[in-house]
């Protein structure tokens, strides 16, 4: 759950890669798909990478690891539990247990790696989906285009 006045750094090359896929996929099934079928498919394809700031995929990965120590203890705890943990979307979810499982491979082949780093790695590898809801998606991909819009209107509204 992000806190209040956060910013996302990477949100506008999150856009360009959101768009980039909303095109492949509006190309790829226009004609005999309809646009929720076609935004449930953009929001399965592959990113370019995980769509999470370092510091965040850290934090979250330190008390995922954390959590899995405590059970390897016998204490009964399961890995999306305590304070970052406790509101994660599903979605997020799944993309965080993917980054975990990825970190817990690479530390494997490269124990003297520390978690920063691997997550620094990690991150920007591509991600299988974009761990949007289709909802999400069609939101982002209509305030991108609302947005365009407005910046076009303005331009045309100047060159009169």
């Not at 209040?4 to 798909?33: T, V």
């Not at 009964?76 to 965080?96: A, E, N, V």
């Not at 247990?97 to 978690?115: C, F, G, S």
Request: proline letters at 3%; glycine letters at 4%.
């Amino acid at each position: 759950m992000r806190k209040k006045g956060s910013y996302f750094e990477l949100k506008n090359e999150m856009e360009r890669d959101l768009i980039r896929a909303y095109r492949e996929k509006l190309a790829e099934m226009l004609g005999n798909s309809s646009m929720d079928e076609i935004f449930h498919a953009v929001a399965l394809s592959g990113a370019s990478r995980f769509w999470v700031s370092e510091e965040r995929a850290v934090a979250v990965i330190s008390a995922m690891r954390k959590n899995a120590a405590a059970e390897k203890n016998n204490e009964p705890k399961h890995l999306f539990t305590g304070k970052y943990l406790q509101r994660i979307s599903p979605t997020k979810r799944r993309m965080y247990a993917e980054i975990y499982n990825r970190v817990e491979d690479w530390q494997k082949d490269k124990p003297a790696d520390t978690l920063q780093r691997a997550i620094a790695k990690i991150i920007q590898q591509p991600a299988p989906s974009f761990y949007l809801t289709e909802g999400s998606v069609k939101r982002m991909v209509y305030k991108i285009k609302r947005r365009w819009y407005e910046e076009r209107k303005k331009k045309l509204r100047y060159m009169m």
